[in-house]
């Protein structure tokens, strides 16, 4: 069934290659098995098309205090094939991404309760925005100057916005996501659709799901996820009747 679940979270400067790694199951994450597709996209010249060399670059000239980059983490719709869910994965991270450098991997691994499929992918965006002046790699993270651009590094996405435009922007950004998604089911003729709102703004009467965490689910009984697997089940056809 399909669901939403939609997080972002920020890259501190040193851990972006080390990060990519990790989606791309590279180096000592390769014995996972449940990596589908991989992509990139934006890459400054420099960076030859390749994603490593650019998030090495990035973390060492990144100013210190500042994040190299943006995770959004997306689960998609188990109801899709694989093939289904390999084409709706580019579409979410060239959406998202805009024209901003990104990569993202799709992983399906086994769910921890239920055994159900757990399709999701993780996209990394650079917060940097390419204007077309030709910049050196050290020069592409150095500080925007705004009174002259080709004097200083690529503007950032989240540079001078306030608390609250930061705010709004997340809110535009969930709602991409599953404007995406509910495209993407229509246009292959599923009737599920995923929804971005709260439970409370979706006049839904039930608490949200509480994250167990994967120590909480590895120390869980058999029996334990299997109850726990069908009453979740249930909410959520409760939710959509």
Not at 17 to 24: K, L, S, T
Not at 48 to 62: L, T
Not at 106 to 132: T, V, W, Y
Request: with cysteine; hydrophobic share 30%.
């Amino acid at each position: 069934m399909a669901s939403f679940h939609y997080s972002i979270k920020s890259g501190k400067k040193g851990s972006a290659r080390r990060h990519a790694n990790y989606i791309d199951r590279k180096g000592s994450h390769s014995d996972k098995e449940d990596l589908i597709q991989t992509g990139h996209g934006n890459m400054p010249e420099w960076a030859g098309d390749d994603p490593k060399r650019f998030w090495s670059v990035a973390d060492k000239h990144e100013r210190a205090n500042g994040a190299v980059y943006r995770e959004h983490e997306i689960t998609l719709p188990s109801e899709l094939s694989t093939e289904q869910q390999v084409e709706l994965a580019d579409r979410l991270a060239k959406n998202l991404a805009g024209i901003k450098p990104y990569q993202y991997a799709l992983h399906a691994p086994e769910g921890k309760l239920g055994g159900d499929p757990n399709p999701h992918i993780h996209l990394m965006c650079s917060d940097r925005l390419p204007d077309g002046i030709p910049r050196t790699p050290e020069q592409t993270f150095a500080r925007y100057n705004a009174k002259s651009p080709s004097a200083g590094g690529c503007r950032k996405d989240s540079g001078g916005k306030s608390p609250m435009e930061l705010k709004q922007q997340v809110t535009a950004q969930r709602k991409l996501v599953a404007d995406t998604q509910n495209q993407f089911l229509a246009e292959n003729g599923y009737s599920a659709r995923v929804d971005h709102r709260s439970l409370r703004d979706q006049g839904i009467a039930r608490s949200p799901e509480r994250h167990l965490g994967q120590r909480f689910v590895k120390e869980m009984a058999d029996a334990e996820k299997s109850q726990y697997a069908q009453c979740r089940k249930e909410a959520q056809v409760a939710s959509v009747t």
